[in-house]
């Protein structure tokens, strides 16, 4: 009777969203807004980087895939609306200009960055996260900007890529410090994320 108890509670537990979920999702969701408040940083170089990615990589990260893409959702249904972009502007609006595709590169993005840390679950290792972090927050969002950009306009592939690669140093470092995030969150938090893969016999699960 307790087995059959524990199956059929942990059924749905993939797809449903209890009270917390959608909280953390809705904290997430405003993190990621908040973090476009400042607009653009210049590095010394005169690179500029905007600070949301590191809010997707933060709510794939900790959160992982479901809670994570629906933060990413929350915020960019909010965004279609609202000045909540980098530099004031709306989801509307970025769509409507050649670089539209960064926008919209934020939810496979998140996808990405949480599968592949439940994936890597129950412990979070920081290289791996590090490494996460910046495939889901980074290329992949680059390869939807850049799709986006060659259908817009005619700027050739090779010109997109050297274009976006100075990007780059801003965005390893996001994938660093959104792994250094993670991790004691997920020490402290055991089990925040859902493991897709069954824990070994030497790692006991979080569950």
Not at 3 to 22: G, T
Not at 29 to 34: E, P, W
């Amino acid at each position: 009777m307790t087995n059959f108890s524990q199956d059929s509670a942990a059924a749905p537990r993939w797809w449903s969203l209890s009270i917390a979920d959608l909280t953390q999702a809705a904290v997430f969701a405003a993190l990621i807004a908040v973090l476009g408040l400042p607009g653009q940083i210049n590095l010394a170089a005169g690179v500029p980087i905007t600070l949301q990615t590191l809010g997707v990589m933060l709510a794939g990260a900790v959160l992982g895939p479901k809670k994570g893409s629906l933060a990413v959702v929350i915020f960019m249904a909010l965004a279609m609306g609202l000045p909540l972009l980098a530099g004031g502007r709306t989801g509307w609006t970025a769509l409507s200009s050649p670089t539209g595709g960064y926008f919209l590169g934020f939810l496979p993005g998140v996808i990405v960055i949480g599968l592949l840390t439940a994936w890597m679950m129950p412990r979070y290792n920081i290289i791996v996260g590090i490494v996460i972090n910046f495939v889901g927050g980074a290329l992949i969002i680059y390869i939807c900007g850049i799709s986006y950009q060659m259908l817009r306009t005619d700027i050739g592939l090779w010109t997109l890529i050297t274009g976006n690669a100075p990007f780059l140093i801003g965005d390893t470092i996001k994938a660093v410090i959104a792994a250094l995030v993670a991790a004691p969150v997920h020490r402290g938090r055991p089990g925040l994320i859902t493991p897709l893969r069954a824990p070994s016999s030497s790692r006991p699960s979080v569950e």
